[in-house]
C-alpha cells in the first residue's frame, strides 16, 4: 500500500518536530480509531483509553514509521498492540469449522445448524439500542483473531488488502478468516433473533 | 446440479462483488428457484450491515479538548528533549 503524497510530506514535517503536521495527519483517522476502539473494548472507559495510549505512543514512535506501510496501517497496528496488551489471553471457544455454518446435507444431525427465516420481521419489532446490545454480545463471543479481520474489514471498511496488511497475514487466511467471523456472527444473531431452534434441510 | 453448501462458500466473494461472471449466473439461476439460499444471503448482508449501522459515535467534546491538551504536552516532553 502507497502512502499518499501529502501524508509523506506531513510525515516528514512531524518526524521534524512539527506539531501542527502531525495534528494534521492524526486528523483523518481520530473518528475512525475512536469507532474501531469502542467496537473492540469491553466497556466505554476502556476505549477511550485505547484511543488516548494509540495516539500518544504514535507521538512517541513517530521516528520509527518508516512508511512502508500507510500511516493508517500503522496507527491500526499500534492500536490491536494495546488492545492485545489490555486484554492478555483470551478464553474464548474457537469458532467452529466453515463446515458447520453451513446447511447440513440431508440426513446429518449436527447441532449447529444455521436459523434460516426472514431477519426483517423480528428486526422490526427491536430498538436500535437492542440491536447493538445483541451485535456488542455477538461480537464478544469472537476470538481476537477473528474480531479483528471482521471489524477492519466492515465497520473500518479496509479492503481485504488493508486488513491482510494490517494484520500481517497472507490474503487467503484474512479472507477465510473475514467469511467465518461473518458466519459466526450470523449464527448468534440468528439465536438472537429467532429464540428456537428451527432445522432446516438444504441439498 | 448446484448444491446450497457449494454456494453458500463461495457467497462471500459473490457479496464482495468479486467473483467469476459464472459463478454468478450460476448463483442467480440457483436462488431464483430456492427460498433457504435467498434468507441464507440477506442475513449474510443484513449482519454486515447491522454492524456497520452502529459505529457512528462521536469523539465527545470535552474528551477531545482533554486529549489534545495530552498529546500537545507528549509532543513537547519528546522535542524539548532532543
Ligand atoms: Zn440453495
Known sequence: ?203 | MSHCRDMIKKLADYLDGDLEPEFCTELEKHLKGCNNCKLMINSMKMTVQLCKDGTCEDLPQEFQDKFQQKLAERWKKKFDRQ
Open chain 1, 1 to 203: 500500500m502507497a502512502i499518499k503524497t501529502d501524508e509523506k510530506e506531513l510525515v516528514k514535517q512531524a518526524k521534524a518536530g512539527d506539531f501542527k503536521s502531525f495534528t494534521k495527519l492524526i486528523e483523518n483517522y481520530q473518528q475512525k480509531i475512536f469507532g474501531f476502539a469502542l467496537k473492540m473494548a469491553k466497556n466505554r472507559e476502556d476505549a477511550e483509553d485505547i484511543f488516548q495510549e494509540t495516539f500518544l505512543k504514535a507521538v512517541d514512535n513517530i521516528q520509527k514509521f518508516r512508511g512502508d506501510a500507510s500511516f493508517g496501517t500503522w496507527l491500526y497496528r499500534i492500536a490491536i498492540n494495546i488492545i492485545r496488551a489490555k486484554y492478555g489471553r483470551e478464553n474464548k471457544k474457537e469458532l467452529l469449522p466453515l463446515e458447520d455454518y453451513l446447511p447440513i446435507k440431508h440426513g446429518d444431525h449436527s447441532a449447529h445448524v444455521p436459523q434460516l427465516f426472514d431477519w426483517n420481521d423480528p428486526l422490526s419489532k427491536l430498538t436500535n439500542d437492542e440491536i447493538n446490545t445483541k451485535i456488542k454480545a455477538a461480537l464478544s463471543e469472537l476470538p481476537q483473531k477473528y474480531q479483528l479481520p471482521f471489524l477492519l474489514r466492515y465497520t473500518q471498511e479496509l479492503s481485504v488488502q488493508e486488513v491482510a496488511d494490517t494484520l500481517k497475514l497472507s490474503l487467503a487466511a484474512t479472507k477465510s478468516r473475514i467469511l467465518r467471523a461473518r458466519m459466526a456472527m450470523r449464527s448468534s444473531l440468528s439465536g438472537y433473533l429467532s429464540g428456537e431452534d428451527t432445522n432446516v434441510t438444504l441439498s
